[in-house]
């Protein structure tokens, strides 16, 4: 694989149910990110990593739950999903975390309904 | 609060150049960034100002002015595949990153 992929494409998912979008990179980037993106919003920070074993919260972290227990793999999990968190997700990494001058790359998103 | 203002849709001519504009009110500035993104793709890193001033890489130029808090994108000789949205983002004084809700670009032949 070369840079980002997110698994899976698309998933519909009925409200109250666990799901796990995962997220690998192989840049070797250390730090990643979760963001959700709705119609006639911006992207929205989930949650982020830094560095492998660390993790923080952004804008709309609630509902939400992440880990990074190798610099590769960033999954996020919903332990209860909901129709509001019906979104297109995606997950981005960049070289080290530094925000204000680092590009991020992205994958290419996870689209998830929730019923 | 902190807000990013762009346009929701622009339409242009294939050849033609196109200006993008992006406002922002923000707590403080640490750097700007453009995006494109294609439907149904993911965002890619297009172009980053933190100085006044003109950037240029290409058919596509970014302008930043610190003090009116306001960038744009150019875009040159337009082609059909310049055909997306454009998304400008903020880094605020707490580096966290702002994003527009991103500018839909219409290219007609």
């Known amino acids: 694989i070369a840079g980002i992929t997110q698994a899976p494409t698309s998933q519909i998912l009925a409200a109250g149910r666990r799901m796990t979008l995962r997220c690998t990179q192989d840049?070797?980037?250390?730090?990643m990110y979760w963001y959700r993106q709705d119609l006639g919003l911006g992207l929205r920070l989930i949650h982020y990593?830094?560095?492998?074993?660390?993790?923080g919260k952004g804008e709309v972290p609630d509902g939400y739950s992440v880990s990074r227990a190798n610099t590769d793999d960033f999954p996020l999990t919903l332990a209860s999903a909901v129709p509001s968190q019906t979104s297109v997700y995606f997950c981005?990494?960049?070289?080290?975390?530094?925000?204000?001058?680092?590009?991020?790359?992205f994958g290419p998103g996870t689209r998830l309904t929730v019923l | 609060g902190q807000n990013i203002d762009q346009p929701t849709e622009m339409t242009a001519t294939e050849g033609a150049i196109v200006q993008i504009n992006c406002t922002y009110q923000?707590?403080?500035?640490?750097?700007l960034f453009w995006y494109q993104q294609h439907a149904g793709e993911a965002p890619t890193f297009l172009s980053y100002?933190?100085l006044d001033g003109l950037e240029e890489k290409g058919r596509f130029s970014s302008f930043l002015s610190r003090s009116k808090g306001y960038s744009y994108l150019l875009l040159k000789e337009l082609q059909m595949k310049d055909s997306a949205s454009y998304l400008c983002?903020?880094?605020?004084?707490?580096?966290?990153?702002?994003w527009g809700a991103g500018t839909k670009l219409i290219i007609k032949p």
């Open positions: 983002a903020v880094v605020d004084s707490n580096y966290q990153l702002i």
């Open positions: 923000t707590s403080g500035f640490n750097g």
């Open positions: 981005a990494s960049s070289l080290s975390g530094r925000v204000e001058t680092e590009k991020q790359f």
């Open positions: 840049m070797r980037h250390n730090a």
């Open positions: 100002n933190v």
């Open positions: 990593s830094n560095t492998a074993g660390t993790t």
